[in-house]
């Protein structure tokens, strides 16, 4: 069965790629799903102030697990498997260390959309993670769900 990671930061992009996923098992891939979420490490005033390093991880777990909290519930409503994991670092690099420490056979990522411009000057999350993952990766766009979506609920109004 393959293991499938997504990348999940809260955002309705993000879970561009749930849906995208949950697409792929309606059709019939067998999968078990990894979301994944990477929070920024803490800031410099972060450490002065807190003085806890265990104090800061559980927050950015704490933090991590809420954010993925509407992929849960689609992943439990469509009864697929699934395991959280939540890092802190780089998020393309972070995620990077994921997908090998969990083993998965492929990566689901959103796309910021961010045009060819931007995200020249500033790079993309998605392609660095592209570029240095050892599995394929997907990069779900936003239209291509909202059309997949469509599509579902056309086939679900006819038959």
């Known amino acids: 069965m393959l293991k499938i990671l997504i990348a999940v930061d809260g955002s309705e992009l993000s879970l561009d790629g749930v849906h995208h996923a949950l697409t792929l098992v309606r059709q019939g ?15 410099l005033y972060e450490l ?6 265990d104090l800061i991880a559980a ?5 991590g697990e809420h ?3 509407p992929a849960r ?22 995620l990077v260390d994921m997908i090998e420490r969990s083993g998965c056979d492929m990566v689901v ?3 910021k959309g961010q045009g060819a ?16 993952s050892p599995v394929p990766v997907t990069i779900v766009k936003h ?13 679900d109004a006819e038959a």
């Open 109 to 111: 990522i959103g796309a």
């Open 29 to 43: 891939l067998q999968a078990t799903m990894v979301l994944a979420n990477v929070q920024e490490p803490a800031t």
């Open 73 to 94: 519930a689609l992943l439990e409503a469509a009864g697929v498997p699934y395991e959280t994991d939540v890092g802190v670092g780089d998020v393309a690099h972070t």
């Open 67 to 69: 954010l993925m909290a």
């Open 117 to 132: 411009i931007t995200s020249a000057l500033l790079g993309s999350v998605s392609q660095e993670v592209a570029h240095a």
């Open 143 to 155: 239209a291509e769900v909202l059309e997949a979506v469509d599509s579902d609920v056309a086939e």
């Open 48 to 53: 002065v102030t807190t003085r806890d390093p």
């Open 59 to 63: 927050a950015s777990l704490e933090a």
